[in-house]
């Protein structure tokens, strides 16, 4: 692909460095500078694969579901297996589904009702002050949706920026992340009774 006929990406062809102020642009309590420096854009094409491309050697799809939080028969709920700095729950189909349009619509609407019923269990664990939900697909290439907790009282983890704080800060204590990661299939089970 010719990046200059790229409409998405024409724009970056040969920028530079860019210095942006943030006054009136970020959450003051996440940026605290007054302007941040962008290096420049360096495009890459072919895009690299991503892990798992085409179902062959996809982890999501060949793990067992002793690895999961939850599973049932079409969907499963993973985390990582060891303690990050912010919780997060990851729902992935069982079948090897690339973006999030591959999913036939009654996948969908199941998706969507599961995406609710993970959100009202995280929020329903004390300490938990928002249920951040994303959806990237530019590491694994099996589907999957992210659903990150912002702690209460962790305002600088606003917006977008929760993401980042997730590599940047310390890792939960291992005893704390193994109770919140059972928490949360209990909290689960239950709003699925709701």
């Known amino acids: 692909m010719n990046p200059e006929k790229n409409r998405f990406t024409r724009h970056l062809v040969g920028a530079g460095e860019n210095t942006v102020p943030l006054a009136g642009l970020a959450i003051p309590e996440v940026f605290t500078a007054e302007e941040v420096t962008s290096p420049a854009v360096e495009l890459l094409y072919p895009e690299p694969e991503r892990h798992g491309a085409g179902g062959v050697e996809c982890g999501i799809c060949s793990d067992p579901d002793e690895?999961?939080?939850?599973?049932?028969d079409r969907?499963?709920?993973?985390?990582?297996?060891?303690?990050?700095?912010?919780?997060?729950?990851?729902?992935?189909?069982?079948?090897?589904?690339?973006?999030?349009?591959?999913?036939?619509?009654?996948?969908?609407?199941?998706?969507?009702?599961?995406?609710?019923?993970?959100?009202?269990?995280?929020?329903?664990?004390?300490?938990?002050?928002?249920?951040?939900?994303?959806?990237?697909?530019?590491?694994?290439?099996?589907?999957?949706?992210?659903?990150?907790?912002?702690?209460e009282g962790f305002v600088q983890g606003r917006g977008v920026s929760l993401a980042v704080w997730l590599k940047l800060l310390p890792a939960m204590d291992a005893e704390d992340w193994e109770s919140v990661k059972g928490d949360f299939a209990k909290a689960l089970d239950s709003a699925a009774k709701t």
């Open 67 to 72: 690895k999961f939080v939850w599973a049932n």
């Open 75 to 151: 969907w499963r709920i993973s985390t990582a297996d060891s303690p990050r700095s912010v919780f997060f729950v990851n729902l992935v189909p069982r079948e090897h589904y690339v973006n999030m349009s591959d999913l036939p619509t009654p996948m969908a609407e199941e998706q969507g009702r599961l995406l609710a019923l993970m959100e009202r269990a995280l929020l329903a664990m004390e300490g938990a002050g928002r249920v951040h939900t994303h959806y990237w697909g530019d590491g694994a290439e099996h589907h999957h949706m992210w659903q990150i907790v912002r702690p």
